[in-house]
């Protein structure tokens, strides 16, 4: 299964000083680019609050490639590289590649769910562990012990 893909542009925004995107660009496209991964699958916001589940961010890893500019087109890629048998952890590789398809970032992201509520880790509902059992998965996937 390919990997999911978002596009997004460089706005005026992503810009520093030196005329090409900043460091914490890339990560808010890898964000934006995780947010459409879960609303495709039906995993909005407002499905996460209706489900009292939450996505949490634990570590973040970003390797720099190519500098991204001003109005440039990029594709954000996102497929499960590692998970738990219940889905409770998991990681997502995700790159960030040029109009040319060279990649201008890696990232790597380790993720928990937590209740809401209690703010404690849990495994997600049987729905959401069925989505995850979906999600496209790198060629490397392993599961995590």
Sequence with gaps: ???F??????TWD????????????????AIHGRIAFFAERGLTPDAFRTLGLGPVLLREELLYKREIFMLEK???????KRASKDFRKFTFRQEILKENGKVAAQV????????LESR??????QDVQEKCAAFPR????????
């Design 138 to 145: 790198s060629e490397d996937f392993e599961w995590w012990n």
């Design 120 to 125: 404690k880790v849990v495994a997600p509902p």
């Design 5 to 10: 893909s978002v596009e997004i542009t460089a």
């Design 14 to 29: 992503d810009i520093d000083m030196n005329g090409h995107a900043r460091n914490t660009a890339y990560s808010e496209y």
């Design 74 to 80: 990029v594709r954000v890629t996102c497929e499960m």
């Design 1 to 3: 299964m390919d990997p």
């Design 108 to 115: 790597t992201v380790d993720w928990v769910w937590i209740d």
